[in-house]
């Protein structure tokens, strides 16, 4: 998501659309900003409670092969930093926050972020998969449906504390 300043208008990242607005300068005011965040589609974990061979962790990278193969790649974050700066905006610092997997961080408002972000990937869980699954791995919808199964019982489990890098880039427009 984009964060245009003072209109606070939201703009979805998908692939690199941003650029359409870099690449006209006048659509910004010199000393304007604007804000980037995308969160880097991959899991993650401080403290190795995510195992290599969770279901979640092979979702994302089964998601990750279908994404490729449909010229749709889903890891974008990285880019976002680079993509600024090849447009010529200015003080372009980049921060990473946490985005819990579930209701595990002991601290509250971590916690209810964590519980809220769950009911979000339940909720599109099968439609990010079930296209790039059946389409672009040949999987059989029976076999979807079994592996999701898995992969939320991942999401449910307290034990795994697994987080998604959220990369956040604020820059200045000339």
Request: net charge positive; charged share 25%.
């Amino acid at each position: 998501m984009f964060l245009l300043a003072p209109f606070y208008t939201f703009l979805p990242l998908r692939a690199h659309p941003l650029l359409r607005l870099m690449r006209k300068p006048s659509a910004l005011k010199p000393g304007a900003w604007i804000e980037g965040q995308e969160c880097y589609f991959y899991p993650a974990s401080d403290d190795s409670s995510l195992p290599e061979n969770s279901a979640f962790k092979r979702w994302h990278d089964l998601i990750t092969e279908a994404s490729i193969k449909a010229n749709r790649r889903l890891l974008t974050a990285a880019k976002i930093k680079g993509w600024f700066e090849d447009a010529g905006f200015v003080d372009v610092v980049e921060t990473v926050m946490k985005l819990p997997n579930g209701s595990w961080p002991r601290d509250p408002r971590l916690k209810g972020i964590g519980a809220y972000h769950m009911s979000t990937l339940f909720d599109g869980l099968d439609a990010i998969s079930f296209g790039l699954f059946t389409r672009m791995l040949g999987w059989k919808i029976e076999d979807v449906n079994s592996f999701l199964t898995e992969v939320k019982a991942d999401l449910k489990n307290k034990r795994i504390h697994s987080y998604y890098p959220v990369l956040v880039a604020p820059s200045t427009a000339v």
